[in-house]
């Protein structure tokens, strides 16, 4: 396959009569593609970014310099996160006509940008003690050291300009102008940034990218459905972020976001279309994070559920409580083998914690798992476990029992 074009690339492929991953000797295979081209390409006039580059445009060459100092200073002042001094722009302009003579005025703000992003004072957080500052002790960070701490934790990114001013003329400092600005910051889209961040952490909801649910058992889950997991818990962490709810609201909320795909996943009828949007949630075991396919399937295992998977993720995640690491050579757990009566996890557990070693930390994290036995390893609300009845009974460590994810709620 050959395709030619004075605007697109060429791609040519060479196809084989045999795959290396089939036994069919018919089945079509690629050995190799290339790509070449695009042919007497030209780069775009203007585009959005080139417009927040290029602040000028020189008339003429008698003001193409006044026009790269404009030009470089409006940069060095955003990548430096600071007021910029004439030395910091003598460097990048020597280089700014070094690129121009090589070619011109595009090429040598081109040339300078690059310095510019090599620079220690654009990749690195350069924070200086000040001469009075004794070891061991503390000090006030500067306005400008506290504008940049601020700007990568809200926004993961560089401040703005309304944060470099602020923190340029001292003002920062002022605890009304800060309370001010970390408003403004949170309500900035951008804001997003740091909420997904933290929740995919603290969760460890992330590894949602990672997971894969045994296809033989789970047919319908595809990467639709996982993405469509963790787009629900990042949005329903940020609406509590954002409209500042009460921690508990995390685990008793009743809404979440859901798209059609997620909507079909829970069972829940009457959600149309791939966008997202707040749903009213009236089934108790859904409420909250604990009700998160996302939650559910990175505290199991890729053909069943795991009890102490959910349980240590509570411990840890939820309680700040995590359990001591597992004794050396603990045996694993028995499958069912397809032949006999099948068993409950829960019955295979016990059997686990029969040992008196195990039993120990098993005290400590089974109840927190056993109430979410209903949720297969995908979030799906389920009543057996390969045939067995599921019984999500727990029994803590004062004697009191709770049964199901509402009974877990409440007790947390």
Not at 32 to 59: H, L, M, Q, W
Not at 167 to 180: C, F, I, M, P, Q
Not at 367 to 379: R, V
């Amino acid at each position: 396959m050959r395709i030619r074009s004075a605007s697109r690339p060429s791609i040519r492929t060479r196809s084989i009569k045999s795959s290396s991953f089939t036994d069919d000797a018919s089945d079509p295979g690629i050995d190799t593609i290339e790509i070449s081209g695009p042919y007497n390409g030209k780069a775009p006039a203007d585009s959005p970014s080139r417009k927040k580059i290029f602040v000028c445009r020189p008339k003429g060459s008698g003001d193409e310099d006044t026009c790269a100092r404009r030009i470089l200073t409006s940069l060095t002042r955003r990548a430096y996160r600071r007021p910029v001094s004439e030395v910091d722009i003598a460097s990048l302009f020597r280089i700014y006509r070094s690129g121009r003579t090589e070619r011109d005025f595009d090429t040598g703000i081109q040339r300078a940008i690059e310095a510019m992003l090599a620079s220690p004072s654009f990749l690195f957080h350069l924070e200086r003690d000040p001469a009075s500052a004794k070891a061991g002790g503390s000090y006030r960070l500067s306005d400008l050291e506290l504008a940049n701490r601020l700007s990568f934790f809200i926004w993961s990114s560089v401040p703005d300009d309304e944060l470099v001013d602020l923190a340029a003329k001292g003002r920062l400092k002022d605890a009304a102008v800060y309370e001010a600005q970390v408003k403004r910051m949170l309500a900035d889209p951008k804001a997003t940034r740091m909420m997904n961040g933290f929740v995919d952490q603290w969760l460890i909801v992330r590894n949602v990218n990672t997971a894969e649910p045994d296809p033989n058992l789970f047919p319908d889950f595809d990467d639709t459905l996982r993405d469509a997991m963790l787009k629900e818990t990042e949005l329903f962490f940020e609406s509590q972020v954002r409209s500042n709810a009460s921690v508990l609201d995390l685990l008793k909320a009743d809404y979440t976001f859901m798209n059609a795909r997620l909507a079909e996943h829970y069972g829940v009828p009457n959600i149309y279309g791939s966008h997202f949007r707040r749903v009213l949630v009236t089934d108790p075991n859904r409420a909250g994070i604990l009700g998160h396919a996302s939650v559910l399937m990175v505290t199991s295992y890729a053909h069943r559920t795991s009890v102490v998977g959910r349980g240590k993720w509570m411990l840890e995640n939820m309680l700040g409580a995590p359990p001591p690491s597992p004794p050396p050579n603990v045996p694993p757990l028995k499958d069912n083998d397809g032949k006999s009566t099948p068993k409950s996890l829960r019955e295979r557990m016990e059997q686990h914690r029969a040992n008196a070693v195990c039993a120990t930390c098993h005290t400590r994290i089974d109840p927190m798992g056993f109430p979410l036995e209903n949720f297969d390893p995908t979030g799906r609300w389920r009543a057996n476990d390969e045939g067995a009845p599921i019984d999500p009974v727990s029994t803590l460590l004062d004697g009191s029992k709770i049964e199901g994810p509402a009974a877990l709620r409440q007790f947390l």
